[in-house]
T-cell receptor, first 115, second 119 residues
């Protein structure tokens, strides 16, 4: 059974700081890993998807890396802004389910960026 | 391009009642997945539909069911509601391309969710 863990559960940083969010998974036989953002009471917004053959993906101030062998992924946010305040979740497909859309989610990291 | 639309956004029911939630995927997306989000259990996969067929189901009791129509719109139904069914129910659509398997266009686009409160 795949288990996804995110550390820390909550993080508060001053504006402008660079930060790293961590995600670990127990079954390294993953096909990809996605990072999502969730604002309070809202749905999820996909930020980055890393295929298993890739080591990292970048979008603007966001950079996500994937190390399958160690079962880890990191999301790096550069020059954080108050608008980045949200809960960040990582998710991996259940490898043996036959579906890339049956995701196992971590519990998320609640990020607060202080002005 | 319209996003994933879920209705209703909020609803309150009492124990024992049933509820039906609706999801309209992005135009052209044929795969619809449903997730339940609670403070205690986090996000959990309910089921996935593609071409009007349930492809996968998560570890939920039979009270949870769903269906998909020919236009890819999907509904999920929860019968005999329990207090523990109070949750945010999220629908996601994906442009699954037959034959691509796990690669390719499998980014999920989520709707804003339907928040169900069971009293």
């Amino acid at each position: 059974k795949q288990e996804v863990t995110q550390i820390p559960a909550a993080l508060s940083v001053p504006e402008g700081e660079n930060l790293v969010l961590n995600c670990s998974f127990t079954d390294s036989a993953i096909y990809n890993l996605q990072w999502f953002r969730q604002d309070p009471g809202k749905g999820l917004t996909s930020l980055l998807l890393i295929q298993s053959s890739q080591r990292e993906q970048t979008s603007g101030r966001l950079n996500a890396s994937l190390d399958k062998s160690s079962g880890r992924s990191t999301l790096y946010i550069a020059a954080s802004q108050p608008g980045d305040s949200a809960t960040y979740l990582c998710a991996v497909p259940l490898a043996h389910s036959g579906s890339a859309r049956q995701l196992t989610f971590g519990s998320g990291t609640q990020l607060t960026v202080l002005p | 391009k319209a996003g994933v639309t879920q209705t209703p956004r909020y609803l309150i029911k009492t124990r024992g009642q049933q509820v039906t939630l609706s999801c309209s995927p992005i135009s052209g997306h044929r795969s619809v997945s449903w997730y339940q989000q609670t403070p205690g259990q986090g996000l959990q996969f309910l089921f996935e539909y593609f071409s009007e067929t349930q492809r996968n189901k998560g570890n939920f009791p039979g009270r949870f069911s769903g269906r998909q129509f020919s236009n890819s719109r999907s509904e999920m139904n929860v019968s005999t509601l329990e207090l523990g069914d109070s949750a945010l129910y999220l629908c996601a659509s994906s442009q699954k391309v037959p034959g691509q398997g796990f690669s390719g266009a499998n980014v999920l686009t989520f709707g804003a969710g339907s928040r169900l409160t069971v009293l």
